[in-house]
């Protein structure tokens, strides 16, 4: 008997699948929108989820990235009643085991769920691997869980792996854990940096040279693709390659051979490729700015790094594991932490990452190395500001109401309410016998966080109308443009009703 969730807000179609469900010996679950299927995502555990694209809180596919997280997810069988090819490609895209359309039969319904719980036997029914070597990668959230569990994958074979995320998600760790845990482990980890590779001198660099050569040759030097032979070879950031060296690197990728500048003789170099970018490279490709059949080799196996602000859970132990580092380091006792601390920097977005988690440690230790304890005070203002700020939205605001305000009796100086000045006594910033202006009402002025809410709106309208005028209502490009996800893109596009292509 397996565990079902189904995500529907058609009470009708929750209760007949429920039945067919329930026939076929399986114990159904039922939610009608997304909260409540995210609530039970975690709390029960599914092993196959029905999901729904149209839910009254918004669009089925932005639950994706939760429902994919982790060794142990469920599969994903996409219900919905209206036809959505792009809805479709992105389903498959995201990981979905099936899309259907409504009407949904037992016939219909019962094929794709054996298989997929069939699919989700065998996957459980596998050797558990030995424990994977993860230096310097640190997290216990189910988003790095499935990134490990795909290392695993990668590390068992020689296809190449393209690791993609922002800058500062800790790629190159990755690339890393991936040779660490390959056969290959014992020969070498040769890092390219592909956005320092000079043009002139590119062949040399890659390819080595003989001596006499060129004027400078004075002896025989191995490239970067013979130190790679039978190690791993990684290449960072390879979406900064100009044309010229993307045509030298796909020659060498497509054999492994390579003639050294000045030799006469081809060699060859037995080397697993590994790439990195922060940079969407199908964007690319279709823009003429990087080439197809690159890429077509590079991305065998994909592993997205999700960014630190998709994972919060991950920040305190991450800043733990640095502090205890760096203390190390600069010889400096072990600090402790206050609670507020670590919430504060939850709070915080951290637009450059782990990365820009660390350096902001690093900064902070060396400021207030003296202090056994660190607290929210210690951290730089803007991280301050930005948890304050998120603490008063959390208890609706610092300000009062207007209906309390209105409620309010104003009082002048010559009232001598308490806290006023008396008769006779200037007020500040008045003169000896100023009288103080009277207290407008507030009449239909809107509260601020109305008045914020439609403002924001009617910027989010001007700015999606722009951009797909600008994309021409490619959705793919748009999302690439303004950095939102497709599903995320969908779901705001059909709030305002605007169209797509």
């Known amino acids: 008997m397996a565990r079902l969730l189904l995500i529907d807000d058609d009470p009708f179609f929750r209760e007949t699948i429920g039945r067919v469900l329930d026939r076929m010996g399986h114990e159904p679950l039922f939610a009608a929108t997304l909260e409540e299927g995210r609530s039970l995502l975690w709390a029960e555990r599914p092993d ?24 142990d ?30 009407p949904v039969t037992q016939a219909s319904l019962a094929l794709p769920l054996v298989r997929a719980l069939e699919y989700r036997a065998q996957k459980a029914a596998k050797r558990p691997r030995a424990v994977l070597k993860r230096e310097g990668i640190v997290g216990v959230s189910r988003a ?3 990134c490990l569990e795909q290392v695993a994958q990668a590390a068992d074979s020689d296809a190449g ?10 790629k190159e760790l990755f690339a890393r854990a991936i040779h660490a845990n390959s056969p290959r482990v014992n020969s070498n980890f040769v890092v390219v940096d592909c956005a320092a590779l000079p043009e002139t001198l590119v ?4 390819f080595g040279h003989v ?54 003789h081809e060699s060859q170099s037995d080397f697993r490729l590994v790439a990195a970018t922060n940079r969407d490279l199908g964007i690319m490709a279709e823009r003429g700015g990087f080439r197809d059949d690159l890429l077509y080799r590079l991305k065998t196996m994909v592993i997205s790094l999700p960014p630190l602000r998709e994972r919060p859970e991950d920040i305190k132990p991450l800043a733990i594991h640095y502090m205890n580092r760096l203390c190390e380091r600069y010889r400096i006792p072990t600090k402790g932490f206050s609670e507020e601390f670590f919430m504060a920097l939850a709070a915080h977005p951290w637009p450059g990452n782990v990365r820009e988690l660390f350096n902001t440690l690093e900064r902070m230790l060396l400021q207030h190395r003296d202090q056994p304890v660190l607290y929210p005070m210690h951290l730089p203002d803007d991280i301050r500001i930005r ?49 103080a202006a ?28 722009e951009l797909m005028e600008e994309t021409g209502g490619n959705v793919s490009r748009a999302s690439a443009v303004s950095g939102l996800s497709p599903s995320r893109m969908y779901d705001l596009l059909r709030k305002y009703g605007l169209p797509t292509r």
């Not at 918004?58 to 990235?65: A, F, I, T, V």
């Not at 996409?78 to 490609?89: H, K, N, R, W, Y």
């Not at 308490?418 to 200037?426: F, H, L, Q, Y």
């Open 48 to 71: 196959v989820v029905f999901l729904d694209l149209r839910l009254p809180d918004g669009y089925g596919l932005s639950l994706m990235s939760e429902l994919r997280q982790g060794a």
């Open 73 to 102: 997810c469920p599969e994903v069988i996409i219900v919905t009643g209206e036809e959505d090819p792009e809805g479709a490609e992105l389903a498959i895209k995201s990981g979905a085991w099936d899309y259907l359309q409504k």
């Open 144 to 146: 790095i869980e499935f």
């Open 161 to 170: 792996v393209l690791v993609t995320g922002e800058t500062g998600t800790g």
């Open 203 to 206: 062949e040399s660099v890659l």
């Open 211 to 264: 001596k006499g050569a060129f004027t400078g040759a004075d002896r025989d030097r191995d490239g970067l693709f013979r130190l790679a032979d039978g190690g791993t070879l990684f290449l960072d950031e390879i979406g900064e390659l100009s044309p010229a060296i993307q045509k030298v690197f796909l020659r060498v990728l497509q054999d492994g051979r390579f003639r050294a500048v000045g030799a006469k």
């Open 387 to 435: 948890a304050i700020r998120a603490g008063s939205s959390a208890r609706g605001g610092p300000g009062r109401s207007r209906e309390a305000l209105a409620g309010e009796t104003c009082q002048t100086p010559s009232q001598g309410a308490a806290g006023s000045p008396a008769v006779g006594e200037d007020a500040p910033g008045m003169g000896s016998g100023a009288v």
């Open 438 to 465: 009277p207290c407008r009402a507030l009449g239909p002025v809107d509260e601020w966080k109305k008045y914020r809410r439609r403002a924001l709106e009617e910027a989010e309208h001007r700015y999606l109308r």
